[in-house]
């Protein structure tokens, strides 16, 4: 069957109907159509594949049945064995049978089986260690027993009669039960005490029960009924337990040696007796049994202790017996315990020893106490031989009365003299008497010694007199050191010792009278030789001392006034020694030096961390400079702190002085910011790393981890605030203030938080104070405004004018933030200064608010200056691509311009504007020329012409040939701009720009001659009637008239072409009368021109006044023209044509749609636009506002300027006018009071737009331009109102 299994032929996975038909179908296809031989052998081939995948179903299908016969034949093979099986079976049960039954002595039908269950936790047990219990059962009971571990059952076979006997011993184990008994843990004890034979005659009386006995319970094991009556034997047993305290060495007596006693005792009564520790030394006996047992116990206990009690007596004694006994580390007092403990044992043997010992005093002058312990019967004894023993000591006892000044000399230095005096007599004791301090005792067994050292003392008495000399405190570590070796070795001559009183007032002298007196003189010659005095010296002060060597001023001092001075750095005080006079005098000088005065001045100031290095100079290079420039100047940096200190003659510390705060202002410091692997790959990338360097006058060095920056302090700080807003985006500003400034920020906010938090709240920048400035972080516009809150409303009221501004003019920033001349006004006036950028402001603080008044005016002083040395130039947004013109490739434009006119030019891409900077007028005038030169070249060689939407196509021609003709035949660059597709700008030389201008224009006018329409002009109010919704309205008239409308919002013109005469005059009538129809809906009353005009140029010079400037960044970088330039074959389907303007002024004036008025202007004053200023000329004054010929009139988002003219009259002003469309029309209606013509022009809203305003106060017109509002009295007023978002008064009908 396995072979057969293995050998199945492979079938294909297509079926075999499927082979079948695919065949047939194949076979048909070859014989109804003709087809070529080679595709006919490949249907063959594919029919030959078809059939011999049938032949292997074929072949399948047959091995298939062989193998169902196979499997048929195996299975009847199984059946019959399993027949086999079962029969072999039967006979071996009955051959077992037999064989049993002769085994166990009876005939086999009476051999009978039955199944005992037993629970799987006692089958273990009920078998017996290796099957004991089971064996014995069939050994003495004539069974066999079969154990089925995994089914927890015994099968027991034999006879009737003995398998009922086996099945009843075997019950006694698998019907057994656990139980356990709690009991106290007397009963425990007890029980399990080698004392107790209860539990072993409980265990004989049951043998049939296991009794394990644990901790705190019995557990039993057995047949129910067994194991009640253990129970109840258990229970029978009655037992006590009490317990005695022990205290000391009773526990030592009741337990005996090697617990001798305490087991003596436990035999006797038949109880446990158990010690166990309580605490210190006491412990707790517990004599567990029965109560009588017990009781006996422990009164035996009670008899022992009584008979071996420890009392205690004590004895007063001389100290000198004290010290006797104790003397040897207390060998004396050791064999004097054994002499008495022996005398004691004699007769008292069952007494025990004598313990002696010395009690402690609760003074020095108390007589100490012999301490005496040991059993009652023994102490009689004891203390009798004690006492006798210190009877006799104080019969050998002397005292000798000595002056109580006198004992440290007979004491001796580290008891040196007392101890010759122990030694004159062998075994002599020598003490002072602690009850009398004027008194020596002496012990010993001999007179004779004891005279001896009586003779002694009175010697030591006489050699030993004092006296005493008045001494400072600051000469005694003189006098006993080094220096006064010698004045005390003359002493010691003398036979003289010096010491110092106790309250280190007077030298105390010691030795005979003739030899003090002698002493004395010396010392006071001595010490009138060597006054000392100190003076404190600030720890970064004092190397000063030191500076110059051999010319310090430590030296000098000791010269000429001839005393000796030393700097003890332990205590930072000057020592000067010598005599008092010259002294004082020398401590004067060194003050002077130090703090100034007598014609020396001191300066200090502190100076920044990176500019410190500045300061000092590689190896002190630059201070030493200065000290050689000023001569008698002496500079000191210490290393420890960041203060500048100058001594010398007043006025060359303060020309010093000034010229190191301009080097610190000017010094250049390098900082490097830290960066990862992507912030340095982000600015490899871009430009940000130049342009902040070019707007913070500063070096940077990018490198993989760091950026290096270099340049002045504020530049580099500045800089680095960029670069971390550039990384992080959040941006960090600082306003410096001075020590006792911050200090009281730091008090006002720690009082009430609520002053920066409520700047937060309003700003959304975190504000904090740090240890040297208040901090500001967040976005860059919320740190600028909440920094000028900070200023303006916080510290302007904790500093009152000791925190001033000086605002500016952004383009006046790199002048005013000179650092040498902000130095030199810090420096004329002590305030300190720094330029703000961020606020555009100086600012000015100081402690003392006159002297920010002084340093406010010369900063205005300053500003005035530079204001005549810039000059800005403004540029219209149409003229933008003049930027990059000035800018030129890579700065060379600009470079150039620079190079030639000594000036600096700053470009303000953002706002369009050049600032010329210059070291004098003339200067700046000659750049202003070169500059204004360079834009008319620029304007002659770039010109832009706008084309009528409609010519575009023509224009351009197929693929731009039209346009590539124009740009080939005059040598010039013609493109498209993106942002006006109906303009073009023109690039070339000025003769070719020229000559391509005037083929356009030539183009232009051939093009319109072709193409004659009839134009109307229009507003764009008008406009957007026409167009209608979607241009619906425009698209009808053009269906119904078959004419082509131009519609141009540029030149505000429609045009209507092509066409019969007929039906252009029938589109204009309909065109007409959608015009009529707006108008009709659009009047509005009459306004009074005076009344219009001049409220709101109230309104629009107050609007002027709060207008600000935001801050911008001035780079050099060059930059995309504002018109981006398309392909000329670009597509411009559908465009409509305008009229096209005359020459390069009108272009430019066409870019911003005033093409029309700017030929007015030409006709009228006969100035051609090319000759007109390419730029407006602003100059700027203190405040930073546009001043002069220039007057700005801000009508909500209109801006017209005014170019004044002071040779023309005043009416003949021409205004240029910028801005929306609305805003523009807004701005002719108030200045020239045709209201009707001025509301028509006006567009109106979408007529289902929704009203932005629905308050019940306000109501709408149906032409949502005039709105009718209440007033504060109730009444009506007429406003109106344009999608610019502007609102006028009007007059009441």
């Known amino acids: 069957l396995q072979n057969l299994t293995k050998a199945a032929p492979k079938r294909p996975r297509e079926s075999k109907t499927v082979l079948e038909q695919k065949a047939k179908r194949l076979e048909r296809d070859r014989t109804t159509r003709s087809l070529p031989l080679a595709q006919e052998k490949a249907i063959l081939r594919q029919i030959d594949a078809a059939k011999k995948g049938i032949r292997q179903h074929d072949q399948g299908d047959k091995h298939q049945i062989l193998l169902r016969r196979k499997k048929a034949e195996v299975e009847a093979s199984r059946a019959a064995l399993r027949t086999i099986n079962v029969t072999l079976s039967e006979i071996e049960t009955a051959l077992s049978k037999v064989e049993l039954g002769k085994k166990l002595g009876c005939l086999p039908s009476e051999v009978i089986c039955r199944d005992i269950s037993c629970p799987m936790n006692k089958m273990n047990w009920a078998m017996g260690k290796n099957s004991e219990n089971v064996k014995e059962i069939e050994d003495s009971v004539g069974v066999e027993i079969d154990v089925d571990k ?43 005490s080698q004392q107790s034979s209860v539990l072993n005659k409980i265990k004989e009386n049951n043998p049939e029960v296991v009794i394990d006995l644990l901790a705190t319970r019995f557990k039993m094991r ?73 009781d006996a ?21 001389d100290p000198l017996l004290k010290s006797e006994l104790l003397n040897n580390s207390g060998a004396n007092i050791k064999e004097f315990q054994r002499s008495v403990s022996s005398a004691v044992e004699a007769g008292h043997p069952e007494a025990g020893g004598v313990l002696l010992s010395f009690g402690r005093n609760g003074s020095k002058e108390e007589n ?46 580290g008891g040196a003299v007392i101890g010759d005096l122990r030694h004159e007599g062998k075994g002599a004791v020598v003490e002072t008497d602690a009850n009398n301090k004027g008194a020596i005792k002496v012990y010993s067994s001999d007179s004779t010694t004891r005279d001896a050292i009586r003779q002694k003392i009175d010697q030591i008495i006489a050699e030993n007199q004092t006296g005493s000399i008045p001494i400072e405190k600051g000469i005694i570590g003189f006098l006993l050191g080094d220096p006064g070796k010698d004045m005390r070795n003359a002493c010691s001559e003398l036979g003289c010792t010096l010491n110092m009183s106790t309250d280190d007032t007077e030298l105390v002298i010691k030795g005979t009278n003739e030899k003090i007196k002698q002493a004395s003189e010396l010392l006071k010659d001595f010490l009138a030789k060597n006054f000392i005095a100190e003076l404190d010296v600030a720890s970064d002060e004092q190397p000063l001392l030191f500076m110059g060597g051999s010319d310090s001023i430590l030296h000098q001092v000791e010269n000429k006034h001839n005393v000796k001075a030393s700097f003890r750095k332990s205590k930072n005080v000057l020592e000067a020694r010598g005599e008092a006079g010259k002294v004082s005098a020398a401590l004067d000088d060194i003050k002077c030096f130090l703090n100034g005065g007598d014609g020396v001045a001191v300066c200090k100031f502190k100076v920044d961390d990176k500019a410190k290095g500045g300061v000092i100079g590689r190896g002190g290079s630059n201070i030493a400079k200065l000290e050689d420039e000023f001569k008698g100047i002496l500079i000191h940096v210490p290393k420890d702190n960041n203060t500048i200190s100058i001594r010398g003659p007043e006025d060359l510390v303060e020309k010093c002085r000034i010229r190191l705060i301009t080097t610190i202002a000017t010094a250049r410091v390098v900082e490097n910011i830290d960066i990862d692997l992507s912030q340095h790959e982000k600015l490899s990338k871009s430009n940000i790393i130049k342009k902040i360097s070019r707007l913070t006058n500063t070096q940077m060095t990018l490198n993989e981890t760091s950026i290096r920056v270099r340049g002045m302090n504020d530049d580099v700080r500045y800089a680095k605030a960029n670069i971390e807003e550039n990384l992080t985006g959040v941006y960090h500003g600082y306003i410096h203030l001075e020590a006792s400034q911050l200090s009281r920020v730091k008090s006002a906010v720690a009082k009430d938080p609520s002053h920066f938090q409520r700047i937060h709240a309003s700003t959304g920048a975190e504000v904090i104070h740090e240890s040297d400035a208040i901090h500001i972080f967040g976005k860059r516009s919320n740190v600028i405004e909440a920094k000028a809150s900070v200023i303006a409303d916080f510290l302007s ?74 000059v800005v130039m403004k540029f219209d947004s149409s003229d933008s691509w003049l930027m990059s013109v000035i800018v030129g490739k890579g700065g060379s434009s600009i470079k150039k311009l620079e190079k030639e006119t000594e000036c600096s030019f700053d470009i303000i891409k953002d706002e369009r504007t050049v600032v010329i900077l210059a070291d004098s007028e003339k200067l700046v005038q000659a750049g202003q020329k070169a500059l204004d030169n360079m834009i008319l070249q620029a304007r002659k060689e770039c010109i832009f012409i706008y084309l009528p939407e409609s010519a575009l196509p023509a224009f351009i021609g197929r693929g731009g040939a039209g346009i590539k003709k124009i740009a080939a035949d005059n040598d010039v660059q013609v493109d498209r701009t993106k942002t006006r597709p109906s303009t073009i700008c023109i690039k070339g030389t000025e003769s070719c720009v020229t000559n391509a201008r005037n083929a356009v224009l030539s183009w232009v006018k051939a093009w319109e001659a072709r193409h004659i329409g009839i134009t109307i002009d229009l507003t764009e109010q008008q406009i957007t009637s026409i167009l209608g919704k979607g241009g619906e309205t425009v698209r009808s008239i053009e269906k119904e008239t078959g004419c082509n409308i131009d519609v141009d919002r540029q030149q505000l013109t429609l045009t209507v072409k ?16 959608v015009i009529d129809g707006e108008a009709t809906k659009g009047a509005e009353p009459t306004v009074g021109k005076a009344e219009l005009i001049g409220e709101h140029a109230e309104i629009a010079i107050d609007k002027a006044e709060g207008t600000t400037e935001t801050d911008s960044s001035s780079s050099y970088a060059p930059g995309d023209p504002s018109e981006e330039i398309v392909d000329p074959s670009e597509d411009i389907a559908g465009l409509d044509g305008v009229e096209v303007g005359g020459d390069d002024e009108e272009v430019a004036e066409a870019a911003e749609g005033a093409a029309d008025e700017a030929k007015s202007k030409e006709e009228e004053t006969g100035v051609a636009p090319e000759e007109a200023e390419s730029a407006e000329t602003v100059e700027v004054n203190a405040t930073g506002d546009e001043s002069d010929k220039t007057v700005d009139h801000p009508v909500g988002q209109l801006l017209v300027t005014e170019k004044c003219d002071d040779d023309k009259e005043e009416g003949e002003s021409k205004p240029e006018i910028n801005g929306t469309d609305e805003g523009r029309q807004l701005y002719q209606w108030l200045l020239t009071g045709h209201v009707g013509d001025a509301i028509a022009d006006i567009v109106y809203p979408d007529s289902d737009s929704e009203s932005s305003n629905d308050s019940d106060d306000e109501c709408s017109d149906d032409d949502d331009l005039v709105v009718i509002k209440k007033n504060e009295k109730g009444e009506e007023v007429r406003y109106y109102e344009s999608e610019s978002g502007f609102s006028v008064r009007l007059p009441a009908e």
Do not use: W
């Open 150 to 192: 995994m089914r927890a059952k015994f099968t027991v076979r034999g006879s009737q009669v003995r398998v009922d006997e086996a099945v009843l011993r075997l019950e006694k184990f698998t019907k057994a039960v656990d139980e356990e008994l709690r009991a106290s843990s007397d009963v425990i004890s007890y029980l399990l």
């Open 222 to 294: 057995g047949h129910p009924d067994k194991i009640q009556k253990v129970k109840d034997d258990i229970g029978g047993v009655q037992v006590f337990s009490k317990t005695r305290l022990l205290v000391g060495r009773e526990t030592s007596h009741v337990v005996g040696k090697t617990g001798g006693t305490l087991h003596a005792f436990s035999e006797k009564y038949g109880v446990v007796m158990d010690v166990s520790k309580k605490d210190g030394d006491k412990t707790t006996l517990r004599v567990i049994g029965p109560s009588e047992n017990v």
């Open 297 to 317: 116990a422990l009164a035996e206990v009670d008899k022992l202790l009584v008979e071996n009690e420890e009392i205690e007596e004590s004895i007063v004694v």
């Open 368 to 413: 100490p106490t012999l301490i005496l312990k040991c059993s009652r019967c023994a102490m009689d004894r004891a203390k009798s031989l004690v006492t006798k023993k210190v009877e006799q000591f104080e019969s050998n006892v002397i005292s000798i009365d000595v002056p109580e000044e006198m004992i440290s000399a007979i004491i001796g230095k």
């Open 797 to 870: 009221f904790m500093l009152p004018r000791q925190l001033q501004t000086v605002k500016m003019h952004k383009t006046l920033l790199k002048s005013m933030g000179d650092p040498g001349r902000l130095a030199q006004i810090a420096t004329e006036t002590g305030a300190s200064i720094c330029l703000d950028r961020d606020i555009n402001s100086v600012l000015i603080r100081s402690d003392d608010a006159n002297i920010c008044d002084k340093a406010v005016g010369l900063v205005n002083s300053m500003m005035v200056e530079c204001q005549k040395l810039i």
């Open 1058 to 1073: 092509y066409g019969k005469d007929a039906n252009r005059d029938r589109a204009i009538e309909q065109i007409e009368a």
